[in-house]
């Protein structure tokens, strides 16, 4: 199920279940004789509607550029929060290695050269607190001047990928 449909099941959800919790909890409202009684606990009417839960942020990127072998590998890790690695990255061109936090701030960055990479280290700025994180490693195409800049360096697609989406990967980070 993709974030926007789960926005909209869980939007849906909790209008239901305002539904069934309104009218088991709410006081019947007074009516005027001949007038039907007010509408109570029925979201958008006389009550604001119910807020849906944020989604994950995604940070804004331009239109991916499609190559016919890309990749981008990382796995669950341990650390002291300063840095990652990147187990594996491959991209035709010169390009980044992206990683962003759960709500799509940019954590840190690294040019690679075009070819195959492994356990290619980014450093975070700022580094992470104690506890797990979930962050998504994304690869980006260099605009030509080596450093990364999401206005101007387009993340990457795979050509011959039945996904259709950018070569990223969501992994989790434990401090301490």
Sequence with gaps: MNTNHRARYLAATTGVLGLLLGGCTAAAAPSTPGQPAPLTGIPGVNNPAPVPAPAIQQPKLLAPVSFPRTEIDADD???DGKRVLIEESELPVAGHLVVF????KLLGSTPIQPGAH???PVTLDPALGQGTHSLRALLTVDDGDGKFNADKDAPVREDDDDDPEIEDEGFRYTVG
Excluded: L
């Design 118 to 120: 492994r356990d290619v």
């Design 77 to 79: 890790q341990r650390g």
């Design 101 to 104: 936090d759960q709500s799509g």
